[in-house]
């Protein structure tokens, strides 16, 4: 992996602490239900990438928004993507015993508890984007509006669908593609369009050229995650490898075998990028967490 620039790595740290800060805040601590509450911050305060926060930092930036505005939006996305982490790890579903380096939700406290520990977190992720100061009455609405399409039947709920109905099934590449564009591109689309609309007037054009690009760079996503599932490790993903394989799951590299998946993600990279061009050095953060995207190593 490239190493990123002192710029880069420093704006990415400084936003990291500014959504663990809103987190750590947001999420309840040492009051009833306090096992509940345990174990939802264990879920989310757990290490991770931030990679979705990073996204909608980044669109904020296209369309000038300020930093404490876009944080509502940052955190609303982490914790719907925690939800589906803890939801995604059950027995019922992935049945997965490891996820960032430590014992899933349901292994540390108990399955009931993480179930609702999922539902917790995806309540409390409108709670945060539905408060009076995130953006105008109008626009709060339809943020909203966009982060239940990403969380439901026809964003990452339909993807898992999907996910579970093909498993030691055939797919064409467009079914799986369409299957990933829901399970994980969905809410990476919406964490670039929500960031994107923490701007007063954000021009529809531009809103478009960030949505074409994150449609692309969830794709690029997911076909990475394939390739390090294939090919790396368990300490080092932090969680377990090769389980795709093992349960039988179609992915990119099974279907097209490792150089190829990383020959289509650089293609990806590379639409992704197109979709930036009209925005000019405005979207250069967005240009940097794709490279962090597609040559990341865990």
Known sequence: MATPSADFSGWVAERRDHIEGALDQLLPRAVEPARLHEAMRYAVLGGGKRIRALLAFAAGEVTGAEVQDVVPAAAAVELMHAYSLVHDDLPCMDDDILRRGRPTCHVAFDEATALLVGDSLQSLAFQVLSQPGVAGPGVRLEMLHQLALAAGSRGMAGGQAMDLAATGRDLSLPELEMMHIHKTGALIRAAVGLGARCAAQPEPSTLGALDRFAKTAGLAFQVIDDVLD???????????????????????????????????????????????????????RLHQLLDLIVERSY
């Open 230 to 284: 294939a090919g790396g490790d368990t300490a080092t993903l932090g969680k377990t490898a090769g389980k795709d394989a093992s349960q039988g799951k179609l992915t990119y590299v099974s279907m097209m075998g490792l150089a190829r998946a990383r020959e289509f993600a650089a293609e990806l990279r590379l639409r992704a990028v197109t979709a930036l061009d009209p925005l000019g050095v405005k979207a250069r």
